[in-house]
């Protein structure tokens, strides 16, 4: 029993410093948003569509533990689903390391087709979501937007 928390420690110190330059971050973009207007519009329309949301994922160096906290600026802006899907699923599908280490193992070829193949089907999810998702209510009913927006908060 003593090795399972061990482990379980090992692992939590592991992530931590990740998840605590994710919070860092989150918290750097939320002070620049309410401060400057360039900054509100770009997580604007990042937040509020599905092609800048997945290379804004893209671009970031982490994994999911930073990628996770910074949806907490975009969702606060309005994002609506499929952007979130996008950013979040991008930012594992796209890190900087493989695509580098696509490019000098298979050549340019095969980097290219390793950002470009990602990059539409996470759209192609995003746009998807967007369109046909719908917001349940907690008895499973189906519910329109305009309706969430004022009964979930």
């Given at each position: 029993m003593?090795?399972?928390?061990?482990?379980?420690?090992?692992?939590?110190?592991?992530?931590?410093?990740?998840?605590?330059?994710?919070?860092?971050?989150?918290?750097?973009?939320?002070w620049?948003?309410?401060?400057?207007?360039?900054?509100?519009?770009?997580?604007?329309?990042?937040?509020?569509?599905?092609?800048?949301?997945?290379?804004?994922?893209?671009?970031?160096?982490?994994?999911?533990?930073?990628?996770?906290?910074?949806?907490?600026?975009?969702?606060?802006?309005?994002?609506?689903?499929?952007?979130l899907?996008?950013?979040?699923?991008?930012?594992?599908l796209?890190?900087?390391?493989?695509?580098?280490?696509?490019?000098?193992?298979?050549?340019?070829?095969?980097g290219?087709?390793?950002?470009a193949?990602?990059?539409?089907?996470?759209?192609?999810?995003?746009?998807?979501?967007?369109?046909?998702?719908?917001k349940?209510?907690?008895?499973?009913?189906?519910?329109?937007?305009?309706?969430?927006?004022?009964?979930?908060?």
């Amino acid at each position: 029993m003593l090795t399972i928390w061990n482990e379980f420690a090992r692992l939590v110190s592991d992530a931590g410093p990740a998840f605590a330059l994710g919070l860092m971050l989150s918290t750097g973009v939320q002070w620049l948003v309410e401060r400057s207007h360039w900054a509100a519009r770009a997580i604007s329309w990042v937040a509020q569509s599905v092609p800048g949301a997945a290379p804004a994922g893209a671009a970031l160096p982490g994994c999911s533990m930073t990628t996770v906290p910074l949806t907490i600026p975009l969702k606060r802006q309005g994002a609506g689903d499929g952007p979130l899907l996008a950013f979040i699923i991008t930012s594992a599908l796209l890190g900087p390391a493989s695509i580098v280490l696509t490019f000098t193992m298979f050549g340019p070829v095969w980097g290219v087709l390793r950002v470009a193949l990602p990059l539409i089907a996470v759209c192609g999810l995003g746009w998807g979501l967007q369109r046909f998702g719908r917001k349940l209510h907690s008895d499973g009913e189906n519910i329109d937007e305009a309706s969430c927006s004022s009964a979930c908060g």
